[in-house]
């Protein structure tokens, strides 16, 4: 079964600082995502990568960015987090080709930034 | 532009009931359509998918949707609710073939009484 990993449930920062969110997925899929969810809006794309090294923006990457090493690992960065960041993240990963492929998404970090 | 359009935010049935839960999306080409149920606390668990065939899928936990062109909609159903399906529920359409693009509707909650 696939896993995807977020470091934390619920984080809790003040304005100003750098805020890391991690992700790991244990299925070698390609693609990797983060998804920001706020209520009514449904999922934004924040950012998302297809490969090491590789990035791509989403339709939301202002105050975002994105690290990726090693191919299991996906970070989201907040440079300097601001309290209209507050929200749930969620990570997400598939396989890439053979058309689209259905996310797989981890159980998502709830920012609190104050 | 791609959209994807969920016209109940938030539905009330009791336990047994039948249930429907629409989607409508916008999207020239043939579109990939999906199903994700997210539980509190959780992130988003894939129910069903559609990418051609068969407009009558079945998914897990009981559910199936319909696809019907003619009314860009992919509507949910089950014939009969648990209290266990109380979550919220994300209409998705993907719109590239690489699996790097999706666009989710707003969310549909759903409570369920005893």
């Known amino acids: 079964d696939v896993k995807v990993t977020q470091s934390s449930r619920y984080l809790v920062k003040r304005t100003g600082e750098k805020v890391f969110l991690e992700c790991v997925q244990d299925m070698d899929h390609e693609n990797m995502f983060w998804y920001r969810q706020d209520p009514g809006l449904g999922l934004r794309l924040i950012y998302f990568s297809y490969d090491v090294k590789m990035k791509e923006k989403g339709d939301i990457p202002e105050g975002y960015s994105v690290s990726r090493e090693k191919k299991e690992r996906f970070s989201l960065i907040l440079e300097s987090a601001s309290t209209n960041q507050t929200s749930m993240y969620l990570c997400?990963?598939?396989?890439?080709?053979?058309?689209?492929?259905?996310?797989?998404f981890g159980n998502g970090t709830r920012l609190t930034v104050t | 532009a791609q959209s994807v359009t969920q016209p109940d935010i938030h539905i009330t049935v009791s336990e047994g009931a039948s249930l429907e839960l629409r989607c409508n999306y916008s999207y020239g080409a043939t579109p990939y359509l999906f199903w994700y149920v997210q539980s509190p606390g959780q992130g988003l668990q894939l129910l069903l998918k559609y990418f051609s065939g068969d407009t009558l899928v079945q998914g897990i936990k009981g559910f199936e949707a319909e696809f019907k062109r003619s009314q860009s909609s992919f509507n949910l159903r089950k014939p009969s609710v648990h209290w266990s399906d109380a979550a919220e529920y994300f209409c998705?359409?993907?719109?590239?073939?690489?699996?790097?693009?999706?666009?989710f509707g707003p969310g549909t909650r759903l409570s369920v009484l005893p």
């Open positions: 997400a990963s598939s396989f890439r080709g053979g058309g689209p492929l259905p996310l797989h």
């Open positions: 998705a359409v993907a719109i590239d073939n690489y699996g790097q693009n999706f666009v």
